[in-house]
């Protein structure tokens, strides 16, 4: 399903960036898909200092360079306890239903405890 990300696309605070290591990339390429691997790659580059990854094995790839991870429910629970968002669970429930992001039913008991809003 294609999404009009123009808005996006047109936001100043949003960089849209290539990395310069294209050997990297596709070093990357073997084992994950084209945005994982450039992501990685621009990562080291700019010796990021945490990655939004979270794919398994791309999690796993970018530890091994040597990269910090956290994933999109990482970002919801820190969200959270900054008391940026109320409740994670809203947005779990979106995530799932309208954006397809797979989430086990254990997994998100897991995290609504640990977000303390679990039953």
């Not at 990395?19 to 990357?28: D, H, V």
């Not at 200092?49 to 991870?69: K, N, V």
């Not at 008991?109 to 679990?118: F, P, T, V």
Request: glycine share 8%; charged share 35%; hydrophobic share 40%.
């Amino acid at each position: 399903m294609d999404r009009d990300i123009s808005e996006y696309e047109r936001a100043d605070w949003i960089k849209i960036q290539d990395p310069e290591n294209q050997a990297k990339s596709t070093e990357l390429k073997q084992h994950l898909d084209e945005g994982e691997s450039e992501a990685i790659a621009l990562a080291l580059e700019i010796h990021c200092d945490l990655i939004l990854m979270d794919e398994r094995l791309g999690t796993r790839m970018a530890r091994a360079e040597g990269l910090s991870t956290i994933g999109l429910v990482g970002v919801l629970l820190l969200a959270k306890e900054k008391k940026i968002i109320p409740s994670i669970k809203p947005i779990l429930e979106d995530l799932k239903s309208k954006a397809g992001f797979w989430l086990g039913t254990k997994l998100q008991k897991q995290i609504l405890q640990d977000a303390g809003e679990g039953e």
